[in-house]
């Protein structure tokens, strides 16, 4: 008598938290965080732009050599776009299916009815679709030169951005993306510490600034770079 054989497989541990709820909002957690300190690196890099055009065309030059010789040209740089690419897809598909369980688990439309409910609490998801556009145009803009409104120029982000911020529609883009960014930081940073435990009564009174206080100066530093281009600081 033949013995059946068991076809059937058990998931494996990265499958099973993956399908888990704490395990998509950890995801989105840990992938935000990421992205929050690239936003923080890159608020410095475009910092330099205050300092004149050598300054930050060098930079964009160290960028692209960094980790020489063990490393070869431009490889640090994509293997920091890689990890980039990785973590706001994860984002972005975690924050996704996580959106989709909600309202399967809610049949009828939800509304937020506390009043302790943030704007950035509210508008979360529709601040993420606003980032993701805005990720495709800037990279078309000042990476690509795909859509640059002047005569792109490699390695010269100086010249660039200031191409970029002398048209109404570049200012109005990046600033309502970047008060998105501020929002989204704000509630998020929260959201992650809770998802990965950081979170107590004592340390909740240290968190809510900080989430503020961080969010505040990512805004007021992106901003900074379009407003100098107007008033002239950047020129």
Do not use: C
């Given at each position: 008598m033949a013995l059946a054989t068991r076809t059937d497989k058990r998931p494996s541990m990265t499958r099973t938290l993956w399908?888990?709820?704490?395990?998509?909002?950890?995801?989105?957690?840990?992938?935000?965080?990421i992205m929050l300190l690239y936003l923080f690196l890159h608020m410095i890099g475009n910092l330099k732009i205050f300092f004149g055009p050598a300054e930050i065309n060098e930079?964009?030059?160290?960028?692209?050599?960094?980790?020489?010789?063990?490393?070869h040209y431009e490889w640090s740089l994509w293997l920091?776009?890689?990890?980039?690419?990785?973590?706001?897809?994860?984002?972005?598909t975690?924050?996704?299916?996580?959106?989709?369980r909600?309202?399967?688990?809610?049949?009828?439309q939800y509304v937020h009815k506390k009043r302790e409910a943030s704007f950035a609490t509210r508008t979360m998801r529709w601040g993420g679709i606003i980032l993701a556009l805005f990720i495709v145009w800037h990279i078309l803009d000042l990476?690509?030169?795909?859509?640059?409104?002047?005569?792109?120029?490699?390695?010269?982000?100086?010249?660039?951005?200031i191409d970029t911020f002398s048209t109404w529609y570049s200012n109005v883009i990046y600033i309502v993306a970047?008060?998105?960014?501020?929002?989204h930081v704000r509630h998020g940073l929260w959201s992650a510490a809770?998802?990965?435990?950081v979170g107590t009564a004592t340390r909740n009174r240290v968190l809510k600034p900080l989430a503020n206080g961080l969010a505040l100066v990512l805004t007021v530093g992106f901003i900074s770079v379009p407003v100098g281009v107007m008033t002239g600081v950047v020129s």
């Amino acid at each position: 008598m033949a013995l059946a054989t068991r076809t059937d497989k058990r998931p494996s541990m990265t499958r099973t938290l993956w399908d888990s709820t704490i395990g998509k909002k950890t995801v989105m957690a840990v992938s935000g965080l990421i992205m929050l300190l690239y936003l923080f690196l890159h608020m410095i890099g475009n910092l330099k732009i205050f300092f004149g055009p050598a300054e930050i065309n060098e930079y964009a030059h160290w960028l692209r050599t960094l980790g020489e010789p063990f490393m070869h040209y431009e490889w640090s740089l994509w293997l920091f776009r890689v990890v980039l690419v990785v973590a706001v897809v994860a984002h972005a598909t975690s924050a996704y299916q996580l959106s989709r369980r909600d309202i399967k688990a809610r049949p009828t439309q939800y509304v937020h009815k506390k009043r302790e409910a943030s704007f950035a609490t509210r508008t979360m998801r529709w601040g993420g679709i606003i980032l993701a556009l805005f990720i495709v145009w800037h990279i078309l803009d000042l990476t690509t030169g795909t859509v640059h409104p002047g005569e792109y120029e490699h390695l010269k982000p100086y010249q660039n951005v200031i191409d970029t911020f002398s048209t109404w529609y570049s200012n109005v883009i990046y600033i309502v993306a970047v008060v998105a960014v501020g929002f989204h930081v704000r509630h998020g940073l929260w959201s992650a510490a809770q998802t990965l435990g950081v979170g107590t009564a004592t340390r909740n009174r240290v968190l809510k600034p900080l989430a503020n206080g961080l969010a505040l100066v990512l805004t007021v530093g992106f901003i900074s770079v379009p407003v100098g281009v107007m008033t002239g600081v950047v020129s």
